[in-house]
């Protein structure tokens, strides 16, 4: 059995990115650019006053100003100053030929259609955003690499680019197994418990950006499984299966993998929950056998599966691992690494209750995982341990 150190540098090695392709802006948030991108406009194109008020000569801002014209945001319409002369303006809107400065129409006043200046400080230029200040064409907008906010997006989209290069996210397929699982919302006959893996992963994934997801249930069945783990393998880039992966006799996706040429990179991590996961490549194309406990699903979710699917889109680990300090004593036998479900806050690291791996209610209020080592026993009060803050 390989440990959780080895478990995780085998899965960084044999995972590659997925190739780029260009998306709609509408859909490129939360990826990484995979080439530089360059404005194709000066913008804005034109001069644009800042704030409403009067647009104006700063030479002749001593002067009684006849207002003449009217600029608003959006006008189709160009205008051109003559000497003497203010026009009133709006923010957004160009200025007309001839101004240089608009003054706000807070510091003015107006008399008989004249306009006095009442701005002792007005510099020449003020609230006038010149051609190209946000960004020159041909300019770099954002360069190779950047992750694309929010922000970034509504950038791009305001210098006009519609289309990126990216590094896409994965698709993801889930294959729930297992004959026992009823679907929540019917009634629960003898021996079944109701499915709630694929809705634990759907959210984690949902919530980490990654929305092709297929859901296929299968049941303990090695044809069906082969069945349904090939077409999962042919239609998203990579799969997970969540239970049969142990050691009973129903349990097929070991076999399943092997009859669909994915090649076994490891089987059994010595951690707790999660001891029998197994990960194989077919191709480029990952493939996680999750140990169907609820609460090992998830864990190895944010252990192995998460930081895999970011590693294929040049992302960033979300998991982020820090040092925090119990708050408890906590005793466990040598020879697996424990992840335990707990709170962190200024810190303070602290155990909840409910670790067994078939319970999600303690899981439910976690917001980190705390890694106790293979090797150590006890761990007191006020130690320093390694955590994994669940992304939010
Ligand atoms: N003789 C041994 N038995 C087991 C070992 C072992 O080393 N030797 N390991 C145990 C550990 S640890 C785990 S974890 C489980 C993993 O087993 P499987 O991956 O084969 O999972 P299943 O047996 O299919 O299911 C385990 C458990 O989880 C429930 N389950 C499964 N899928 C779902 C789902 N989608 N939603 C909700 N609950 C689910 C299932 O009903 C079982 O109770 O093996 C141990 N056994
Ligand atoms: O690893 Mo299993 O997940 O301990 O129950």
Redesign the pocket.
């Known amino acids: 059995m390989i440990t959780v150190a080895e478990a995780k540098a085998l899965i960084a090695e044999n995972i590659a990115s997925l190739n780029p392709l260009n998306l709609p802006i509408e859909q490129a948030s939360r990826h990484i650019l995979a080439a530089d991108v360059f404005a194709k406009y000066d913008i804005p194109q034109f001069r644009q006053s800042s704030m409403d008020g009067y647009a104006l000569r700063f030479e002749e801002k001593d002067l009684a100003l006849q207002i003449d014209g009217e600029m608003a945001a959006g006008t189709a319409s160009p205008l051109s100053l003559a000497p003497g002369k203010t026009a009133r303006i709006f923010t957004g809107a160009p200025l007309p030929d001839g101004a240089d400065t608009v003054v706000m129409q807070e510091k003015v006043s107006l008399s008989e259609g004249k306009l006095t200046v009442l701005d002792d400080r007005l510099q020449e230029g003020v609230n006038v955003r010149a051609v190209g200040s946000e960004i020159k064409a041909n300019a770099l907008a954002m360069h190779k690499g950047s992750i694309l906010s929010p922000a970034a997006i509504g950038f791009l989209a305001g210098i006009g680019i519609t289309e990126v290069p990216v590094y896409p996210l994965p698709t993801v397929s889930i294959i729930?197994?297992?004959k026992?699982?009823q679907s929540p919302g019917e009634e629960l006959g003898f021996g079944q418990?109701?499915?709630?893996?694929?809705y634990s992963l759907s959210a984690a994934l949902k919530q980490a950006g990654i929305i092709k997801v297929d859901v296929i249930c299968a049941d303990?069945d090695l044809e069906i499984l082969t069945g349904i783990l090939d077409d999962a393998l042919k239609n998203s880039d990579v799969v997970l299966l969540?239970?049969?992966?142990?050691?009973?006799d129903?349990?097929f996706?070991l076999e399943a993998s092997k009859r669909c040429k994915v090649n076994q990179i490891f089987h059994?991590v010595k951690q707790?929950?999660?001891?029998?996961l197994f990960f194989g490549m077919q191709g480029a194309k990952p493939v996680f056998?999750?140990?169907?406990?609820?609460s090992?699903?998830l864990s190895c979710f944010y252990n192995y599966v998460l930081p895999a699917l970011f590693q294929m889109a040049r992302k960033e680990n979300p998991v982020k691992e820090i040092y925090a300090k119990l708050t408890a004593a906590y005793n466990k036998p040598s020879g697996l690494s424990h992840f335990l479900k707990g709170t962190y806050q200024n810190g303070l690291a602290t155990p909840l209750s409910a670790q067994e791996?078939?319970r999600l209610s303690s899981f439910a209020y976690a917001n980190c995982l705390i890694c106790l080592n293979e090797g150590v026993e006890q761990f007191e009060k006020g130690d320093h341990v390694t955590i994994l803050l669940i992304p939010d």
């Open positions: 729930v197994t297992g026992e699982l418990v109701y499915e709630s893996n694929s303990d969540t239970g049969g992966v142990s050691v009973g129903y349990d996706v059994k707790r929950p999660g001891k029998p056998g999750l140990p169907g406990n609820p090992s699903v791996s078939f």
